[in-house]
């Protein structure tokens, strides 16, 4: 994959504000004059179903769609969905999740019927996927969320993570000025807080593993 062309497989449950989070990168891109085509399912979005967005970045793309192993990047709002969809990522890609886990209701059917059962934990989720990367970092979007007073944020403190990825080349005065136009402008300062703090924890994490942007 040539650095002119990148992939982010973009996954996670209704309600987490990942289609806004799409928006803002195409938004980015368009004001940087940077190509770029997304794809979108929503499966029961509606009842915090499973949601995948397929972005692909660069003057060579054709199709919204990501093949199978090819994505540069796995981004994940919720950590379960991070396995759900890690056949897209390619060798040697980057999984950048959130820590949040949402139980989808058959494993806690389980464990209602079974005290003793114990739920799918984010360091399981770690140990699987580090079977198939060594570039992951796991992120607390939703506390750093709580932290700036909304934390409906929770996607923009993964995309300030996102942005420090060196390979991820779109500006970061477009992201910011992307997020400015496309959430409602009470929430601007907010968003905009909560996206540094994302870079932050990047740096303290995520920059250990990749190489990120100076």
């Known amino acids: 994959m040539s650095a002119r062309e990148f992939s982010i497989f973009m996954c996670g449950v209704g309600g987490q504000g990942l289609v806004l989070l799409s928006n803002v990168i195409g938004s980015a891109c368009a004001r940087a004059g940077i190509r770029a085509l997304t794809g979108e399912q929503h499966g029961l979005s509606q009842r915090s179903g499973s949601i995948n967005i397929h972005m692909r970045i660069g003057d060579g793309i054709r199709s919204p769609l990501i ?34 886990v949402q139980h989808p209701v058959g494993e806690t059917a389980a464990h209602m019927k079974d005290k003793k059962a114990r739920y799918f934990s984010v360091d399981d989720v770690k140990g699987r996927l580090s079977k198939v990367t060594n570039k992951l970092s796991a992120i607390d979007a939703q506390d750093i969320a709580r932290s700036v007073g909304n934390p409906l944020t929770e996607n923009i403190v993964m995309l300030g993570a996102l942005s420090t990825i060196e390979d991820f080349w779109v500006p970061e005065g477009a992201l910011t000025e992307a997020i400015r136009e496309s959430v409602p402008k009470k929430a601007i300062d907010v968003n905009l807080k909560a996206f540094k703090l994302g870079q932050g924890a990047a740096h303290n994490d995520l920059c250990n593993v990749v190489k990120c942007r100076e």
């Open 67 to 100: 093949p199978l192993g090819s994505a540069g990047v796995l981004l994940a709002l919720e950590a379960l969905e991070a396995l759900r969809y890690i056949e897209y990522l390619r060798d040697n890609g980057i999984v950048l999740m959130n820590t949040r």
